[in-house]
T-cell receptor
Framework: NAGVTQTPKFQVLKTGQSMTLQCAQD?????MYWYRQDPGMGLRLIYY???????DKGEVPNGYNVSRLNKREFSLRLESAAPSQTSVYFC?????????????FGPGTRLTVT | GNSVTQMEGPVTLSEEAFLTINCTYT??????LFWYVQYPGEGLQLLLK?????DKGSNKGFEATYRKETTSFHLEKGSVQVSDSAVYFC?????????????FGQGTELSVKP
């Protein structure tokens, strides 16, 4: 059981470049989430997917797009990276049945935009 | 809207000292409350949770009691170890939130010295 996996672990982009962060879970969870972590600000929700085929905006969605490819995979795309998007990105998943339960987190992707 | 406030860190303690990390929240209704821990270079993992008022969550010697009258969920441990050095996040999820979204506090860094 790998849990939640994320690729890549590290990435450096130049302003204006695009990239996709990949996330996969093998726990048969229905809900998946993308967060960003910045010093002193905790984790902030970017987008989430309550179930396969649905996605919704979180607190800080601007500059990002997501795709729930299937039940296992949830990707985050930066179309035109900006220095303000320098952050650590975490993917998480959970089994949601109307009542919030534990979220399982991946190891994170450290992104630097120059 | 819902929010979580944690005491600011970093907190530095000697081994075997008593730990308290304060967490207060603002939410409508009856949220579920969580403490997550992040060890260096890793993703977050659930430490404990409480789903209704007066519930006590506990794990690995850590405890927190859901106090609705003071809207608090303070984390305590009687005797910390060097291995407890990590960042601790308080989080809540409101009842009925679609997809089990979590709202995190800003995190409190704990450093335990031998």
């Amino acid at each position: 059981n790998a849990g939640v996996t994320q690729t890549p672990k590290f990435q450096v982009l130049k302003t204006g470049q695009s990239m996709t962060l990949q996330c996969a879970q093998d726990m048969n969870h229905n809900s998946m989430y993308w967060y960003r972590q910045d010093p002193g600000m905790g984790l902030r929700l970017i987008y989430y997917s309550a179930s396969e085929g649905t996605t919704d905006k979180g607190e800080v969605p601007n500059g990002y797009n997501v795709s729930r490819l299937n039940k296992r995979e949830f990707s985050l795309r930066l179309e035109s990276a900006a220095p303000s998007q320098t952050s650590v990105y975490f993917c998480a998943s959970s089994f949601y049945s109307g009542r919030t339960d534990e979220q399982y987190f991946g190891p994170g992707t450290r992104l630097t935009v120059t | 809207g819902n929010s979580v406030t944690q005491m600011e860190g970093p907190v530095t303690l000697s081994e075997e000292a008593f730990l308290t990390i304060n967490c207060t929240y603002t939410a409508t209704g009856y949220p579920s409350l969580f403490w997550y821990v992040q060890y260096p270079g890793e993703g977050l993992q659930l430490l404990l949770k409480a789903t209704k008022a007066d519930d006590k969550g506990s794990n690995k010697g850590f405890e927190a009691t859901y106090r609705k009258e003071t809207t608090s969920f303070h984390l305590e441990k009687g005797s910390v170890q060097v291995s407890d050095s990590a960042v601790y996040f308080c989080a809540l999820s409101g009842r009925g939130d679609q997809g089990g979204k979590l709202i995190f506090g800003q995190g409190t860094e704990l450093s335990v010295k031998p």
